[in-house]
């Protein structure tokens, strides 16, 4: 799907334009033109990307290339973006879209298979401002990348409530499927922080002006939408630790209850100890048998066997194993 976006001093002024009228404001240098492609078909990928425009192979290839690191590429007369937006799509776990740019002296392409919430933000905002919304394709592109940014706070506050619910299973109960939930939350947290760090990289390149496509005085917003990614960087950081002292309480619970099962199965075997011993000696068949040498044999190995047992249970009692 091809979406188009004209404007006129900031101010939109036209939008889904055909091929042709596309064209022709792209030679209009006094207007400003983002156009946006959904899951778009090849033919579309070959009409806009292509015959439009005229981007360089390498950065079609990459669009259409899935990439699992943000980056950002300089060419002659526009720069290539790479981001990662969070995937709303699929909301069982943490999961992020690639979001590309081409960013222009006058105009802006968006490119991304499913449909990216901000994007959607932005373009709802063009929608219903009348006043002026992009004075620049890179002000407009601050603006998308920026309800990127914000689009991760919901992620991180899913993550956090997800640590406490961890941490209370860990220190409340054994839960058998806990494992599994911290192996899937650290994947999750180890995912945000391989996106968030190359994206703050890659800003903080564009917030310092390296790319002639990044006007002066949008540098302070690029730097801080580098100040957001860092706190996220942070936040992701500390989860990361947060999670490292819930595992190793688990497993020292763990060890701990593993422990205190050897020790009721040694005081159980200690307890039972001079039953087996006495019951087993008498029991054998000897020439002058407890019962034959004397009346009061068997109530004297019972009784034996009883004061034993008895000193065993005060011995497990005062080593705390029962």
């Known amino acids: 799907m091809i979406r188009s976006f004209v404007f006129s001093d900031g101010k939109l002024v036209g939008r889904d334009l055909e091929s042709e009228a596309l064209r022709l404001v792209r030679a209009d240098k006094g207007l400003l033109l983002w156009v946006d492609l959904v899951n778009p078909t090849d033919e579309e990928v070959h009409e806009i990307l292509e015959g439009v425009f005229q981007f360089h192979p390498l950065a079609i290839e990459d669009c259409r290339t899935p990439s ?35 960013l222009g002296k006058d105009f802006l392409v968006t490119y991304h298979a499913p449909s990216v919430k901000s994007i959607e933000t932005v373009i709802d905002r063009c929608v219903r401002t009348t006043g002026s919304v992009a004075r620049g394709p890179d002000r407009l592109a601050h603006l998308i990348i920026d309800a990127l940014v914000d689009n991760f ?3 991180t506050e ?56 990044i006007r002066s005085v949008m540098l302070p917003y690029f730097r801080d939408l580098r100040d957001n990614l860092i706190r996220i960087d942070e936040t992701a950081a500390s989860f990361a630790d947060q999670l490292l002292i819930s595992f190793d309480l688990y497993l020292n ?25 006495f019951g087993t000696w008498y029991g054998m068949n000897f020439t002058h048998m407890p019962e034959l040498a004397s009346p009061y044999g068997y109530p004297g190995v019972i009784l034996a066997t009883g004061i034993s047992t008895y000193l065993m249970w005060l011995w497990c009692k005062r080593k705390r194993w029962i």
């Open 153 to 155: 706070q919901p992620t």
């Open 253 to 277: 619970k763990s060890s701990f209850q593993a422990n205190e099962g050897i020790k009721a199965l040694t005081a159980l075997t200690a307890i039972s100890l001079p039953g087996i011993v």
């Open 68 to 102: 699992s690191l943000p980056k950002a590429e300089d060419y002659d007369d526009y720069l290539f973006v790479v981001t990662h937006a969070v995937d709303f799509t699929r909301t069982e776990k943490f999961n992020t879209t690639e979001l590309n740019l081409f």
């Open 158 to 213: 899913e993550l956090r409530a997800e640590l406490e619910s961890i941490e209370e299973s860990v220190l409340s109960s054994s839960d058998p499927g806990l494992t599994a939930q911290l192996l899937e939350v650290r994947g999750e947290i180890a995912h945000l922080r391989q996106i968030v760090r190359p994206q703050r990289d890659m800003i903080s390149r564009l917030s310092r002006g390296e790319s002639k496509m």
